[in-house]
């Protein structure tokens, strides 16, 4: 049998790294994702028997268990459920930072993938006019979805947990949360860097995550429910920016991807799955800004990146819709990042 020990921790597809779960004391290996498989825990024997876990999906049967069936009984007519897998139809979710920007991007992906409702948290008074445009937009897909704004600050945990509950109690379910709300470092060398600074950024981009990340998962144990808790990282938690004095933001990132992982082993039995996506560079205001006045950094950037670009929100839709979805049933705490 091949060693463990010699396998890569890494599974490369396209040009994101799938890093994983580590093996931890009691941890969950029914869900770590498939190329992990060979080292997950030996299912307990019941009766001389070996005793497989199982989940039975709402659309079952699927693939070829389906094809299967089909062949015994030439009445049942074959149909399409991979796009059945993906949607989100009659789910309520929660996005924090989705003012603009990437969140923005996000709540919309979860509309169209029919979402019930997004709630939007941004620290803003009032939305921005890319909300309400947005906003505008999910109205006239007349698909059943809204979005709604709530103001808040993430780093205010009370206020948060107070918001989820509202959510539930209105809406009386609870299936999806997105931690996205971040905010940028100074360029300071790391030998002279300002506790004021480091405990704004580490509030915001650490303890807004896990207070984010809080409030989806209480409501879904409320209602006895499964969910899907998305943190939003970086690339900076995984490697460092050369040329970038950035050890506050890199160091509050580096925290949300291990944040992922040790929420996934608490949660895994409870049916919520929790996993990381890590952005590469991606054109928004933050970077826009940078780029503004280090237009250099466009080529440097685009040249860390297999594709030899930055890229958009927009291409972030699908990532976040399938970890969302029931299509993504089998992974947790893995991080999703592009190759850097």
Same mark, same amino acid.
């Given at each position: 049998?091949t060693?463990?020990a010699h396998?890569?921790?890494?599974?490369?597809?396209?040009?994101?790294?799938?890093?994983?779960?580590p093996?931890?004391p009691?941890?969950?290996?029914?869900?770590?994702?498939?190329?992990?498989a060979f080292?997950?825990?030996i299912?307990?024997?019941?009766?001389?028997?070996?005793?497989?876990?199982?989940? #039975?999906?709402p659309?079952?049967p699927l693939?070829v268990?389906?094809?299967?069936?089909?062949k015994?009984?030439?009445?049942?007519k074959?149909?399409?459920?991979?796009?059945?897998?993906?949607?989100?139809?009659d789910?309520v979710?929660?996005?924090?930072?989705?003012?603009q920007?990437?969140?923005?991007?996000m709540?919309?992906?979860?509309?169209?993938a029919?979402a019930?409702v997004?709630?939007?948290?941004?620290?803003?008074?009032?939305?921005a006019?890319?909300?309400?445009?947005?906003?505008?937009?999910v109205?006239?897909?007349?698909?059943?979805s809204?979005?709604?704004?709530?103001?808040?600050?993430? #780093?205010d945990?009370?206020r948060?947990?107070?918001?989820?509950?509202? %959510?539930?109690?209105?809406?009386?379910?609870?299936?999806i949360?997105?931690?996205?709300?971040?905010?940028?470092?100074?360029?300071?060398?790391?030998?002279?860097?300002?506790?004021?600074?480091?405990r704004?950024?580490l509030?915001?981009?650490?303890?807004?995550?896990?207070?984010?990340?809080?409030?989806?998962g209480r409501q879904?144990?409320?209602?006895?429910m499964?969910g899907?808790?998305?943190? %939003?990282?970086?690339m900076?938690g995984?490697?460092?920016?050369?040329?970038?004095?950035?050890?506050?933001y890199?160091?509050?990132?580096?925290?949300?991807?291990q944040?992922?992982?040790?929420?996934?082993?608490?949660l895994?039995?409870?049916?919520i799955?929790?996993?990381?996506v890590s952005?590469?560079? %991606?054109?928004?205001?933050?970077?826009?800004?940078?780029?503004?006045t280090?237009p250099?950094?466009?080529?440097?950037?685009s040249?860390?990146?297999p594709?030899?670009r930055?890229?958009?929100?927009?291409e972030?839709?699908?990532?976040?819709t399938?970890?969302?979805?029931?299509a993504s049933s089998?992974?947790t705490?893995?991080?999703y990042a592009?190759?850097?």
């Amino acid at each position: 049998m091949t060693n463990p020990a010699h396998i890569s921790k890494t599974l490369t597809c396209s040009c994101f790294h799938f890093r994983h779960l580590p093996r931890a004391p009691n941890a969950l290996w029914g869900v770590v994702p498939p190329s992990r498989a060979f080292s997950r825990r030996i299912p307990p024997q019941r009766g001389g028997k070996l005793s497989l876990p199982t989940r #039975t999906s709402p659309l079952a049967p699927l693939g070829v268990t389906a094809a299967l069936q089909a062949k015994k009984d030439p009445s049942i007519k074959p149909r399409s459920k991979i796009f059945d897998e993906f949607s989100l139809r009659d789910r309520v979710g929660l996005v924090s930072g989705a003012n603009q920007g990437l969140g923005l991007e996000m709540a919309l992906a979860l509309c169209e993938a029919g979402a019930r409702v997004v709630y939007c948290l941004d620290r803003a008074a009032a939305p921005a006019q890319d909300w309400h445009a947005t906003r505008e937009y999910v109205e006239r897909m007349a698909n059943g979805s809204r979005l709604e704004y709530v103001s808040c600050d993430v #780093t205010d945990q009370q206020r948060v947990w107070k918001i989820g509950e509202e %959510i539930g109690d209105k809406e009386g379910r609870f299936d999806i949360g997105v931690a996205t709300a971040g905010v940028p470092s100074l360029h300071i060398n790391c030998l002279d860097y300002p506790h004021e600074q480091l405990r704004k950024v580490l509030d915001v981009n650490t303890c807004g995550a896990l207070f984010t990340a809080q409030a989806a998962g209480r409501q879904m144990t409320r209602f006895n429910m499964s969910g899907s808790i998305i943190l %939003i990282a970086s690339m900076s938690g995984s490697i460092t920016n050369r040329g970038h004095a950035w050890v506050s933001y890199n160091s509050s990132k580096a925290a949300v991807i291990q944040m992922a992982r040790s929420m996934a082993c608490e949660l895994g039995d409870k049916g919520i799955r929790v996993n990381s996506v890590s952005p590469g560079h %991606i054109f928004t205001n933050m970077s826009a800004a940078e780029l503004e006045t280090r237009p250099q950094l466009l080529d440097i950037w685009s040249d860390f990146n297999p594709l030899r670009r930055i890229g958009t929100t927009d291409e972030f839709r699908g990532v976040i819709t399938w970890l969302a979805s029931d299509a993504s049933s089998f992974c947790t705490g893995s991080e999703y990042a592009p190759i850097t």
